[in-house]
Nanobody, 115 residues
């Protein structure tokens, strides 16, 4: 199992970014996949999940601003982030089966929202 995130960077408040998570070693669509984040000096925070039935879930703070989706052909997970706020600054990780004994997390990508 390998998960490789990309797409992070520096963006101004109100801007947008799309994060990608390329999966290998398993078929992404068959598992619940999540995005989690860790802000400086804080613990890990769950952000969003898409399950094998394509049902999606979001933490309240990102509802209406973030969208999780996957590309089956490319075996890639995405997080489209809009209307970004300084409070969204964090390292973002994709994670297979978050919260279970079988979880696996990528190396993360830094998102910094600042003017």
């Amino acid at each position: 199992v390998q998960l490789v995130e990309s797409g992070g960077g520096l963006v101004r408040p109100g801007g947008s970014l799309r994060l990608s998570c390329a999966a290998s070693g398993f078929t992404l669509k068959n598992y619940a996949m999540s995005w989690v984040r860790q802000a400086p000096g804080k613990g890990l925070e769950w952000v969003s999940t898409i399950n094998s039935n394509t049902e999606t879930y979001y933490v309240d703070s990102v509802k209406g601003r973030f969208s999780i989706f996957r590309d089956t052909a490319e075996n890639t997970l995405y997080l489209q982030m809009s209307s970004l706020k300084p409070g969204d600054t964090a390292v973002y990780y994709c994670e297979k089966e978050f919260g279970t004994m079988n979880s696996h997390r990528g190396q993360g990508t830094q998102v910094t929202v600042s003017s």
